[in-house]
């Protein structure tokens, strides 16, 4: 865009130029006609210049300091440096279109005007596009800063929250040593629960043999009466048997009674 509108005003201003040949132009060899363009004298507007530069905002640069800013610009450690290089740059660029090593041209003009709306974007825009970028910065230090206070926050509260339970190694010493004599309560009952176990299992055993040989005892008895009255019935069978026990009991009955009649 720069480019064209520089293209468009080199073309309105050889538009507004009048050639007039030099009268020697006649007599001049084929390809030595020379051109001098007459550039119409314009007044100037100097009031609207004015108006314009007192109705815009921009402050006015202080000449000294832009130019101190043009020389801190150049290279070099010194004045003398810096005018040298500034010299020698001068005198390049004069040889350099003397002997047409560079031609001055439209494009030179479209360069120039790039420039100048750089420049101009940097100077203008720069304070603006500054001033959003310290807002972010400030923004995201914002943030940053909010997150490490909450955090610190956070940690300090769990410190707290620890802190309340700093005589937690005595209790779990304590709940320890319970732990252990529990321990110990519950084997003496599982011993105690055991040697019970036993003892009824063995007192089981023992009533059961009591009952055996109880059983045993009974069986016998009863086969001793049993055989006792077996013989005696079989003797009463006997008549010798029934007259000696007769004779035994009148003996008996008389002795019984002499002693009685005494």
């Known amino acids: 865009m720069a480019s064209r509108l ?3 005003a080199i073309g309105t201003a050889h538009s507004t130029s009048t050639i007039r040949p030099d009268a020697s132009a ?8 020379r051109l001098r363009p007459t550039i119409p004298i314009r007044a100037p507007v100097v009031p609207a210049v004015t108006s314009i530069r007192a109705a815009s905002n921009v402050p006015v640069e202080d000449p000294q300091k ?8 150049v290279p070099g450690n010194s004045l003398v440096s810096k005018t040298a290089t500034l010299s020698a740059v001068a005198g390049l660029s004069v040889a350099a279109i003397s002997n047409e090593l560079y031609v001055f041209n439209e494009e030179t003009v479209a360069a120039f005007c790039l420039l100048s709306v750089f420049t101009a974007v940097g100077k203008y825009g720069g304070p603006a596009y500054r001033e959003w970028a310290e807002g972010q910065v400030q923004k995201h230090k914002d943030i940053l800063n909010a997150a490490r206070a909450d955090h610190t926050s956070a940690v300090q509260t769990r410190i707290d929250n620890v802190s309340e339970m700093s005589g937690v190694v005595d209790v779990t010493k304590q709940l320890f040593a319970v732990s252990k004599e ?13 040697r019970t176990a036993l003892a009824t299992e063995a007192k089981q055993v023992l009533d059961s ?3 055996y040989e ?3 005892k009974q069986r016998q008895q009863r086969e001793l009466a049993e055989s006792v009255i077996g013989k005696i019935q079989k003797e009463l069978e006997n008549p010798k048997v029934l007259q000696q026990i007769l004779q035994q009991s009148v003996a008996d009955v008389e002795r019984i009674m002499s002693s009685k009649a005494q």
């Open 66 to 73: 832009k130019a101190q800013s043009i020389l801190d610009a």
């Open 214 to 216: 109880g059983q045993v």
């Open 6 to 8: 520089a293209k468009s």
């Open 26 to 33: 006649d007599f001049l060899p084929l390809g030595a006609t």
């Open 182 to 194: 529990t321990a110990q309560l519950e084997a003496q009952a599982y011993e105690l629960e055991q």
């Open 209 to 211: 043999w009591v009952r």
